[in-house]
T-cell receptor, first 111, second 116 residues
């Protein structure tokens, strides 16, 4: 079982719609959760971090964490073509420094 | 510098040669990570440094891979006797503090390694 699992996509949504990206993780002692965005040919960049159960909102982005279900999600409201990228879920376990990434979900926002 | 700097940007080598990849993190960043990323995949953890101490090398695939950060700043990832399967993008990332504090990873542009 992979430590961090994501559907590779592509996920296609029309412009202005809500994009929902999902991630599951295997280790219950995971402590820190991140969403990175990676444009084609570029490096990953952090867009959201979340540490406790519930929702965390930042502009058009909302991260959701459910530790009981070992599930992290990212919602992008009012999706724009510029949001088209691969979204990487990343997890760090308590007591460890290693940050483990999923394979990423490719998002396509159709104008 | 303004960001994480990696060199060379591209490296083409012949099978069996040794290569050294360099990472210059953001000034003052304590934590330094090396990742390897294959096309269409997420970054795969290789190793982690806290200052000059290599605290986790669990992701290094085999003993041909090694890394150092002797003065707690610039780091070098060395691959000995390269093989075609080593071909990938090698990315370095740094962060200001260790885990539990500011955990944002800043990635460099990467070194694209091609082993012929």
């Amino acid at each position: 079982q992979k430590e961090v699992e994501q559907n590779s996509g592509p996920l296609s949504v029309p412009e202005g719609a809500i994009a929902s990206l999902n991630c599951t993780y295997s280790d219950r002692v995971s402590q820190s959760f991140f969403w990175y965005r990676q444009y084609s040919g570029k490096s990953p960049e952090l867009i959201m971090s979340i540490y406790s159960n519930g929702d965390k909102e930042d502009g058009r982005f909302t991260a959701q964490l459910n530790k009981a279900s070992q599930y992290v999600s990212l919602l992008i409201r009012d999706s724009q073509p510029s949001d088209s990228a691969t979204y990487l879920c990343a997890v760090r376990k308590q007591g460890y420094q290693k940050v483990t990434f999923g394979t990423g979900t490719k998002l396509q926002v159709i104008p | 510098g303004a960001g994480v700097s990696q060199s060379p940007r591209y490296k083409v080598t012949k099978r069996g040669q040794d290569v050294a990849l360099r990472c210059d993190p953001i000034s003052g960043h304590v934590s330094l990570y090396w990742y390897r990323q294959a096309l269409g995949q997420g970054p795969e953890f290789l190793t982690y440094f806290n200052y000059e101490a290599q605290q986790d090398k669990s992701g290094l695939p085999n003993d041909r891979f090694s890394a150092e950060r002797p003065e707690g700043s610039i780091s070098t990832l060395t691959i000995q006797r390269t093989e075609q399967r080593d071909s990938a993008m090698y990315r370095c990332a740094s962060s200001l503090q260790g885990p539990g504090q500011s955990e944002k990873l800043f990635f460099g542009s990467g070194t694209q390694l091609s082993v012929l």
